[in-house]
């Protein structure tokens, strides 16, 4: 369930700091009833930023995909890197 807080209750960074680190979820701040802003964790941030990383390459390799690239395996993939970087 999505943690909503009015705008006054920024008065208190503090209680919204302790809401954002101890929920790992993003607050939601309305004002006059209506939403306004959504404050989260650099934790949070960071973790929804590579998880938006990952779904934009997955989108990257389905059009490849349907575009007819060619697939490469994936042992041959990791030969290769483990080739480059000597592991």
């Given at each position: 369930m999505p943690i909503i807080r009015p705008?006054?209750?920024?008065?208190?960074?503090?209680?919204?700091?302790?809401?954002?680190?101890s929920s790992g979820e993003p607050?939601?701040?309305t004002k006059n009833g209506h939403g306004?802003?959504?404050?989260?964790?650099m934790a949070t941030y960071e973790r929804q930023m590579?998880?938006?990383e990952v779904y934009q390459k997955l989108a990257e390799a389905e059009e490849q995909v349907e575009?007819?690239?060619?697939?490469?395996?994936?042992?041959?993939?990791f030969d290769k890197l483990r080739g480059k970087y000597g592991q």
């Open positions: 705008i006054t209750d920024l008065r208190n960074t503090n209680e919204i700091s302790e809401i954002c680190h607050v939601f701040i306004d802003l959504v404050v989260m964790s590579a998880l938006l575009s007819g690239v060619p697939n490469i395996d994936g042992k041959e993939v």
